[in-house]
């Protein structure tokens, strides 16, 4: 499969939440690489909706905010409508690299879901306790996922549309990670994780992207759902 077939019938799903000063950079970076992109606007009080229209993207709003996990699944149900054959999840944040692409999506020709592993890969702007904390909360996700991962929380993933159902968030905030995990042991779909970047900003840290957040998307899947 060329590229440019690749770009042609894959999308990539955006949840965004207050993100105007990061979303026109990440949307601009994949519609100029020739991506399809749906930015999910969860209910925002500022102009990510406008900024992310300008840069290239197809915007649909939630009316409040209703999570991560409620954000991705809309963007993804208005994908496949539009016939998709190939779904991306993306950060809106910045920690995501648009060059990894290329990559996760060569992966499905052999799988039916690539994971996106900073680990395999490379991580920018981390601390070593964020680090300690990422590769702690992978080792719990394992033991009760029954996957074998080097990166359980990696929010960039890519995965054939016929697949879609079995892996349907029904985990409206943080702990959809846990719970598309979960599903993808259940579906017996074939997996892989495949190598990408995630770059740490002062941008994502003030949104609270800290490494207690992964500990928090496993305590409120498996305890509390």
Same mark, same amino acid.
């Given at each position: 499969?060329?590229?440019?077939?690749?770009?042609?019938?894959?999308?990539?799903?955006?949840?965004?939440y *207050?993100?105007?000063?990061?979303?026109?950079? @990440? @949307?601009? #970076?994949?519609?100029?690489?020739?991506w *399809?992109? @749906?930015?999910?606007?969860?209910?925002?009080?500022?102009?990510?909706?406008?900024?992310?229209?300008?840069?290239?993207?197809?915007?649909?709003?939630?009316?409040?905010n209703?999570?991560?996990?409620?954000?991705?699944?809309?963007?993804? #149900?208005?994908?496949?409508?539009?016939?998709?054959k190939?779904l991306?999840?993306?950060?809106?944040?910045?920690?995501? #690299?648009?060059?990894?692409?290329?990559?996760?999506?060569?992966?499905? #020709?052999?799988?039916?879901?690539?994971?996106?592993?900073?680990?395999?890969?490379?991580?920018?702007?981390?601390?070593?306790?964020r680090r300690?904390?990422?590769?702690?909360?992978?080792?719990?996700? *394992?033991?009760?996922?029954?996957?074998?991962?080097?990166?359980a929380?990696?929010?960039?993933?890519?995965?054939?549309?016929?697949?879609?159902?079995?892996?349907?968030?029904?985990?409206?905030?943080?702990?959809?990670a846990?719970?598309?995990?979960? *599903?993808?042991?259940?579906?017996?779909?074939?997996?892989?994780? @495949?190598?990408?970047?995630?770059?740490?900003?002062?941008?994502?840290?003030?949104?609270?992207?800290?490494?207690?957040?992964?500990?928090?998307?496993?305590?409120?899947?498996?305890f509390?759902?």
């Amino acid at each position: 499969m060329s590229l440019v077939d690749a770009r042609a019938g894959t999308w990539v799903v955006v949840a965004a939440y *207050n993100e105007e000063a990061a979303i026109a950079a @990440v @949307v601009g #970076d994949l519609a100029r690489a020739g991506w *399809n992109v @749906v930015v999910v606007d969860d209910g925002s009080h500022d102009d990510t909706a406008s900024s992310a229209s300008t840069a290239g993207a197809i915007v649909l709003r939630h009316a409040i905010n209703r999570g991560q996990g409620a954000a991705l699944q809309t963007g993804i #149900d208005f994908a496949l409508a539009r016939g998709a054959k190939r779904l991306v999840t993306f950060d809106a944040d910045g920690q995501h #690299d648009a060059g990894d692409l290329p990559a996760l999506i060569a992966a499905l #020709d052999d799988a039916d879901v690539a994971l996106g592993s900073r680990f395999l890969g490379s991580i920018v702007g981390a601390s070593r306790r964020r680090r300690a904390f990422l590769r702690a909360a992978t080792t719990v996700s *394992n033991r009760l996922a029954g996957l074998p991962l080097t990166d359980a929380h990696c929010g960039l993933r890519a995965f054939r549309a016929e697949v879609a159902t079995h892996l349907r968030m029904t985990q409206d905030r943080m702990a959809h990670a846990s719970e598309l995990l979960a *599903n993808l042991r259940r579906s017996g779909a074939r997996w892989v994780e @495949v190598p990408v970047t995630v770059r740490y900003t002062e941008h994502s840290a003030r949104k609270g992207q800290h490494g207690l957040q992964a500990v928090r998307v496993l305590f409120d899947y498996w305890f509390r759902s």
